[in-house]
């Protein structure tokens, strides 16, 4: 069973503020997503990354694929409360075309204004 | 227009009835799933169906029995409920790419609570 932690499990910081994400397993993924929920809602993909040491950036989110595709971060720069919500990182395994999606067990983020 | 929307969005039963909830995507997808988020927020697949072959089966009780009568629906049908099935059941879908990048787009969730 391929796990995904993800560190921190809470964050609460205020308005301005940087924060970062990770996301770590010792399995190798083919890629790795990133996905934001808020309450009463379902996860929203926010970025796919394929090529190990990619680096995507999404406004004042950066997203980093480890070298070895066994981790991720996330970073937001200069928190808003609409960064306010649930990350989930997910990891879906290569050789098979239905690779299964696994989740991590998600980072509350709470930006207080 | 919601692309993928799933009912009912609160369920609240008894230990020992029957349940389902229904999904629908009008996405065009070919490939549909249920997950199951708990009290934890840790989400966890369940089942998935491509052209309406199931393809992903974890390790879930024979009580839960998916249905896909076609590719756009996937309903999950829930015998003799239990309290340990209390949690947020997601269904989302995705175009299968084969480059293993699918996106998935989740419905908004059914909260099942049960007493």
């Known amino acids: 069973t391929q796990l995904l932690e993800q560190s921190p499990q809470f964050l609460s910081i205020q308005e301005g503020e940087n924060l970062t994400v990770y996301c770590n397993s010792s399995?190798?993924?083919?890629?790795l997503q990133w996905y934001r929920q808020e309450p009463g809602e379902g996860p929203v993909l926010l970025v796919t990354?394929?090529?190990?040491?990619e680096v995507k950036k999404l406004k004042r989110l950066t997203f980093q694929f480890g070298d070895a595709r066994k981790d991720s971060s996330l970073h937001i720069t200069a928190a808003q409360p609409g960064d306010t919500g649930l990350y989930l990182c997910?990891?879906?395994?290569?050789?098979?075309?239905?690779?299964?999606?696994?989740f991590g067990q998600g980072t509350i983020l709470t930006v207080h204004p | 227009d919601t692309a993928v929307s799933q009912t009912p969005k609160y369920l609240v039963t008894q230990m020992g009835n029957d349940k389902s909830i229904k999904c629908e995507q009008n996405?065009?997808?070919?490939?549909m799933y249920w997950y199951k988020q708990d009290s934890k927020k840790f989400l966890k697949i369940m089942f998935s169906?491509?052209?309406?072959?199931?393809?992903i089966n974890e390790t879930v009780p024979n009580r839960f029995s998916p249905k896909s009568p076609d590719k756009a629906h996937l309903n999950l049908h829930i015998n003799s409920l239990e309290l340990g099935d209390s949690a947020v059941y997601f269904c989302?879908?995705?175009?299968?790419?084969?480059?293993?990048?699918?996106?998935?787009?989740f419905g908004s969730g059914t909260q099942l609570s049960v007493l």
């Open positions: 989302a879908s995705s175009q299968f790419t084969g480059r293993g990048n699918e996106k998935l787009f």
């Open positions: 399995s190798v993924f083919s890629s």
């Open positions: 990354v394929v090529t190990g040491g």
């Open positions: 997910a990891g879906r395994a290569g050789g098979t075309s239905y690779g299964k999606l696994t």
């Open positions: 996405l065009g997808h070919d490939t």
């Open positions: 169906y491509n052209n309406k072959e199931l393809i």
